[in-house]
């Protein structure tokens, strides 16, 4: 059965999930949980389910995958993914189709062995999901024209909204790996230094711009070599595949430390990374061209067929205690730069990828549909009404933003369930 | 015995240590060597050899420093130093003071044990030096005021050679981990996208405009907690020692890229670590004043006491085959930013740090001793001559910049060898 096979619409599972659910049988995506009984574990999450893998490895369902070696069933006991992804494509692959078949309503292994059910399966709601991965490096993108053009123009005014590098290259820099947390990890308001309007010296104090972010990251499951450049053609059989990502950014903070150097305080008090990672082979339906671009790309930054994917996005805000307002509902297919051209640059230089490295897209607006607040309200100006009937310039303490995205074609979602994050107070 | 005993002027050791020999009984600095017979080890440098932990700990010669637990002897045969610094700091200055004691003249428990002896000294021109950690996250800071003016006045104009930010907080980015290197690894001249004088469009190829940046590092030894911000005061108790940094830069392509986001692939195909930590305990000697700070930084910036270290710094360069050049001898007090407020500005808003974090000073310059060639050579307007009769705007293929440091009083200098590097030609 190849890989594509698991994505056809017509496979069942003989559990029950409901229609349009995030993790039907065709999505399969893979994270990292645990229980009060159980120390971490990785899983596959299948309908309201997690599926435990070291269970099924544990109970022999793996051991004829030879592309595991003899690294399970301890591989599937770890606080992350990046031992599993350290075996190599071949393994995450086997185990994908594994748990595909194990799963399909005709196939009786799991279904009918009662105690190994039981076991493996444990409702998402009974379970604390982690990272999936250890970040090794991080990395955030600036790939949304919309985002760059806003941002560009807030800052720099309507005649000059992108720099003149932008067309030419994905921009990028480095971001803190290390505080790159859960999904559902609260966020504490970060105190920085800024200047405010009007003032002539900076004061320190908790930011009173902070924001969020809607981004998606993919997650490099395969290393390269220190020296030697990835072409794109070659780029995404480094990615594992696709997270939720919010890089939470304290505005005031950002943009008086920003220049000359880049974002470092106004970003690295935390980011927010979806529990379940996507694989690259369950979006494979879901290849579609990206726009145009204008002008044509360098050699080493064109791609040949369909490298971007359509994948629906949104953001939304619920203040403490009360309703969720959806703020905005941008694709992943109109950012300009595709993940391939965004890894090809980023090794062109022959700086290496390490297996776990976070890399996110930059905050993704569409023209219509912003995915941050700095947008959404203007720089402030026009504060977003929300279902509680308050506004929102900028984030308040209490307030939690949930991102959710998924892909969908012919009745069978993709989903990437949610990566949320609330806010403290500052210390 | 105190750590500061440790540092007396008049201790002696049992091996030949020449005068002004960077690696004297009062230094004892930490790295991680392997050999064609050992796989890598923790080590000591003293004189012209390292000083085997694993063998030592094998031996017994640790059996009594509860402050290892049960990690010995392994903890003593791994490829960074990372475990040994998670022991914390009780582990550290047990260790270093037995070594001391062990090496002292008057001791006689290892220099008339020849089987321990000779196992454990082994000549340096014999082993490989690694990266001494496995870096964690790596942040360069931009904390020498000579280099961010003369920076400024080249990009900006001598009207402005310091941006509204600068004398307010210790200005830094995120650079990349993955690409942090072992000295005398072999750095391969980077291709990227730049725009040539003149040009209208970006190319492609190979920099030329490649750079060496004379930095220190200082490593971070213990952690600290997401969310919660270190002190000044505080702030050298996260921090394990110093080392030798060289952020090599390509000029031309970050000068094309680095708008608005800061530094990307201009920096990121490599940096080089030196092989020796040198401990801040045997630093201590060597405290002194930072220059005046004018304005008064922010509460949260300040600082009592002595925060700087006098350190004698030198960059040399020779061509292939030819001798060498010292082309700066600029001073690490010399820094407006102590790494007490660097370690402060960086956890402030929550950041948190990790074991083996490596935070750069940014290039050293003092206002007769610059740290890069880009600054040596007016940006390529006036090039360096070098004692071959040659002269350097940029560093060709085949040049091998060094750098060294050594702080000294009394007598005793406590160096931290080099770290170096030798370009190779683009692929």
């Known amino acids: ?39 971490p574990r990785l899983a596959v999450a299948i309908g309201d389910y997690v599926l435990d893998l070291y269970v099924l490895s544990s109970f022999g369902f793996f051991d004829d995958l030879t592309e595991l070696g003899d690294a399970q069933p301890r591989v599937f006991r770890r606080r992350s993914l990046n031992g599993f992804l350290r075996l190599g494509r071949p393994a995450w692959r086997a185990v994908r189709q594994r748990v595909s078949e194990l799963l399909r ?11 190994a059910a039981r076991a493996a399966l444990v409702r998402q709601r009974d379970v604390a999901m982690l990272r999936p991965v250890k970040p090794a490096n991080y990395t955030d993108f600036y790939s949304s024209l919309t985002h760059a053009a ?15 590098n932008w067309r030419h290259l994905p921009v990028a820099y480095h971001g803190r790996a290390s505080s790159i947390v859960a ?18 010296a900076p004061s320190f104090g908790p930011s009173q711009q902070l924001d969020f972010e809607l981004e998606m990251a993919f997650i490099v499951g395969t290393a390269s070599t220190l020296g030697t450049p990835v072409a794109t053609e070659e ?19 950002q943009s008086w430390e920003y220049a000359p150097l880049g974002p470092f305080l106004g970003k690295n008090f935390g980011s927010s990374l979806g529990a379940w990672v996507v694989t690259l082979d369950a979006l494979e339906p879901f290849r579609t061209a990206g726009p145009v671009q204008e002008p044509t790309p360098l050699p080493y930054l064109q791609t040949v067929g369909d490298h971007h994917f359509s ?3 949104e953001a939304a805000l619920a203040p403490a205690g009360g309703p969720e307002t959806v703020l905005a509902r941008p694709t992943f297919q109109g950012l300009y730069w595709s993940m391939a051209q965004q890894l090809a640059h980023h090794t062109s230089n022959g700086c290496n990828l390490e297996v776990g490295d976070v890399c996110a897209s930059g905050t993704i607006s569409d023209p219509d ?26 984030l ?32």
């Open 235 to 253: 780029a995404e059989n480094h990615i594992f595949g696709l997270c939720l990502f919010n890089d939470w950014s304290a505005r005031d903070v």
């Open 396 to 427: 308040l303490d209490g307030d939690t933003v949930t991102l959710r995205a998924y892909a969908e074609a012919n009745g069978v979602r993709i989903g990437f369930g949610e990566v949320s994050g609330t806010i403290l107070p500052a210390e």
């Open 311 to 313: 994948i629906q996005l």
């Open 183 to 200: 999904s559902g990890t609260p966020i504490r308001r970060p105190q920085g230094q800024m200047l405010l309007p009007g003032g002539d």
């Open 150 to 164: 806003n941002v560009g123009t807030m800052f720099r005014g309507p005649e000059n909204p992108l720099l003149p």
């Open 105 to 115: 309503h005709d196939n009786a292994d799991l279904r009918d062995h009662p105690e």
């Open 1 to 39: 059965m190849s890989a594509s096979a698991l994505n056809d619409p017509s496979l069942r599972a003989w559990i029950d999930i409901p229609f349009q659910h995030d993790f039907p049988i065709q999505n399969l995506p893979f994270g990292v949980f645990e229980t009060d009984e159980r120390g």
């Open 369 to 394: 549909a912003f995915g941050s607040l700095l947008e959404l309200a203007g720089r402030g100006t026009q504060p977003v009404p929300l279902a509680d009937g308050t506004t929102r310039a900028f």
